[in-house]
């Protein structure tokens, strides 16, 4: 549940900074891009949908995607995301807990984007 609602509150962040926050409007530009994050049993997840400079977003962990962020469940999931440490999410990948399927790159896009939101 905790991990279910971190997802919907960093999507209304990242969709208000899309009308607020002009270098994130600007990052997310040109990109079209379904970027994943769920758990390994895919019961909770949220699809996040890049399209031109606009975002929408799916609430599920069944969806096809260009990249997805993988966690073993979703206590560790929100702990994790949560702290908002990269080292933390580093040391959970190195013990099988995270795990990215597709493109690494644009996972690293997707944070990238995030940590500019919350600057």
């Known amino acids: 549940m905790k991990f279910s609602l971190l997802l919907f509150i ?5 969709k208000r900074a ?26 909770r997840g949220r699809l996040f949908v890049f399209d031109r400079g606009s975002l929408t977003s799916k609430r599920g962990g069944g969806f096809d995607a260009d990249a997805a ?13 949560a702290s908002g440490s ?3 999410s580093f040391l959970a990948a190195a013990r099988g807990k995270l795990k990215v399927e597709g493109m690494a790159y644009y996972i690293q896009w997707f944070t ?3 940590k500019l939101v919350m600057k």
Not at 32 to 39: A, N, V
Not at 70 to 75: E, I, K, N, R, T
């Open 112 to 114: 990238d984007g995030v």
């Open 10 to 14: 960093l999507f209304h962040k990242l």
């Open 69 to 81: 962020l993988v966690w073993a469940d979703a206590a560790t999931a929100f702990k994790v995301m």
């Open 18 to 43: 899309v009308k607020t926050n002009g270098a994130y409007r600007s990052y997310i530009g040109t990109v079209q891009l379904r970027i994943l994050i769920r758990t390994a049993d895919g019961k």
């Open 86 to 88: 990269d080292e933390e």
